[in-house]
């Protein structure tokens, strides 16, 4: 027994705190900010338009493209380099994948469906944040979908599985003063709430199968905490009227 | 909305919301300490635009020619997410003159005592680096963008500093603020269809025949100002849009304190 109790006081099942809201930017067709503790994502959806340049246009349905931005203050160390990474980049084309299985855009043959995210500060699992909030917009802005997607962080910090890792338990051997040392292992899974089907899997870290298997349990019923958010959220909306801060 | 009307309207003395020339549009809000990884930050909102703004700061070896002061620089990000006019990619001209003309309102004007900044002479000096990122784009971000940067900065806190090693804390604020000298508020009077008027949305910032950025401290002095556009300004027009910065910049240092 390393990892007694989470260091932010937390269950191992627990997640974080949510908060949720949809039409944060009038601009857009479809918006929503959702934040998971310290980690916060704004989301913007723009179209359907035409696609430029013009030889990605897909004459049988539309296409679906995200793009993820770090603010440059939002790191908790030093300053980011505004503009894309590689990093940025392969996050913004694992969350596409993410999000295509559920919309569809077969009725807007040769235009494209832009997704904006950006983050004003992050602790961890912000390619989840960002996909909760980008399925949110999605569905504010009215593109045809079958369900939502849902994203939360799983892994094992020491010898405990656990839901929603922050950023310092990531590092937990930094952090846990009865840590082995051993590399925390961080596994960002988005889900499609009603099948529980994976559109997002990735691992970082040292893991047993087993574990793996617990730790996909795990995210299954984070997915239904953070969907009961999400479908808050929109209801907000609609019930409430245009709720523009 | 037709171009011509918004026109037509100007020079029947109305605007399209119906507001006077010299009105803002409500609510003006600020929200500072939105962001817990940035030493300082503000959410600034003025009608139904929006821009967020967070400081940044290092510790880095001082310009040769200035080797007993820091520096500061501001960025403005102005992001597709705020704006379908806006693409990704490198900053626009725009963004750069928006980042510019706050850099000269802030910066040229002495508002922060670089030489404050200072650690050791020719070694180490903090560098306060300001980005704006915008989240709505309804119209006048010269001003949001000048008031997020100095919200920002009054809200930001010295990072610790690692005694042994020199190095950073990021994850550690002390309780020491910048060393602000002066609190600069930018105002920017447009010209359409002559006449003068503040806080445009964006359907008369695209019919506007010039605008006049006019950064004022406390005391009223100017500390910086800009003129854009393509139509001229006669020396009248000049001091009535710096009369109305004035009271502008007045009225805005309230919501700031």
């Not at chain 1, 390619?127 to 802005?141: E, G, K, P």
Request: with cysteine.
């Amino acid at each position: 027994m390393t990892y007694e109790k989470r260091l932010d006081g937390r269950k191992f099942d627990e997640l974080r705190p949510m908060e949720a809201k949809v039409g944060v930017i009038p601009n857009a067709k479809g918006s929503a900010s959702f934040k998971s503790g310290k980690t916060w994502a704004i989301a913007a959806v723009y179209g359907p338009k035409e696609v430029f340049p013009r030889f990605l246009s897909n004459p049988k349905r539309g296409l679906l493209r995200c793009h993820y931005t770090m603010m440059p203050f939002s790191g908790s160390g030093e300053r980011i380099r505004p503009g894309n990474s590689r990093r940025s980049q392969e996050i913004a084309m694992v969350m596409t994948k993410a999000l295509e299985p559920v919309i569809d855009l077969s009725e807007f043959p040769n235009s494209v469906v832009d997704i904006y995210i950006e983050l004003p500060q992050t602790d961890a699992g912000t390619r989840c944040a960002a996909i909760c909030a980008a399925s949110m917009a999605l569905a504010h802005a009215g593109i045809p979908m079958k369900d939502m997607v849902c994203a939360v962080g799983v892994g094992k910090a020491d010898d405990k599985v656990l839901l929603d890792l922050t950023y310092k338990e990531e590092q937990i051997s930094q952090f846990n003063e009865a840590s082995k040392g051993q590399p925390a292992t961080d596994i960002p899974v988005a889900m499609i709430h009603n099948t529980k089907e994976v559109t997002l899997l990735q691992l970082d870290g040292e893991i047993s199968k087993e574990d793996v298997m617990k730790s996909l349990e795990l995210a299954k019923k984070g997915v239904d905490e953070i969907y009961k958010v999400q479908k808050q959220a929109l209801l907000d909306f609609y019930q409430g009227g245009n709720q523009n801060e | 909305m037709n171009k011509q009307t918004v026109l037509d309207l100007a020079a029947q003395g109305k605007r399209i919301d119906n507001r006077a020339f010299d009105e803002y549009r409500s609510p003006i809000n600020i929200q500072t300490d939105i962001s817990w990884t940035a030493e300082g930050s503000v959410r600034v909102q003025i009608g139904e635009t929006v821009v967020m703004a967070g400081v940044k700061l290092s510790l880095e070896k001082p310009y040769n020619d200035t080797p007993n002061e820091g520096g500061m620089m501001v960025n403005v990000e102005l992001t597709p997410l705020s704006s379908s006019r806006y693409e990704s990619g490198p900053p626009s001209i725009k963004a750069i003159e928006m980042a510019r003309v706050i850099d000269r309102g802030i910066r040229e004007a002495g508002a922060i005592d670089v030489k404050k900044l200072c650690v050791k002479p020719g070694e180490k000096a903090w560098f306060v680096i300001v980005d704006v990122v915008t989240i709505n784009d309804a119209g006048n971000m010269f001003d949001s963008i000048g008031l997020a940067v100095l919200a920002a900065l009054k809200d930001a806190r010295f990072p610790e500093v690692d005694e042994e090693t020199g190095s950073v804390n990021y994850k550690k604020k002390t309780d020491v603020s910048l060393p602000i000298l002066r609190e600069p508020i930018s105002i920017t009077v447009y010209k359409v269809n002559g006449q003068l008027l503040v806080d445009p949305i964006v359907e008369e910032e695209d019919v506007y025949e010039a605008r006049l950025t006019v950064a004022t401290d406390k005391d009223g002095v100017v500390s910086a100002m800009q003129k854009g556009g393509n139509g001229p300004l006669t020396l009248e027009e000049i001091e009535k849009m710096v009369s109305i910065a004035l009271e502008k910049a007045k009225m805005l240092r309230e919501k700031l304190d």
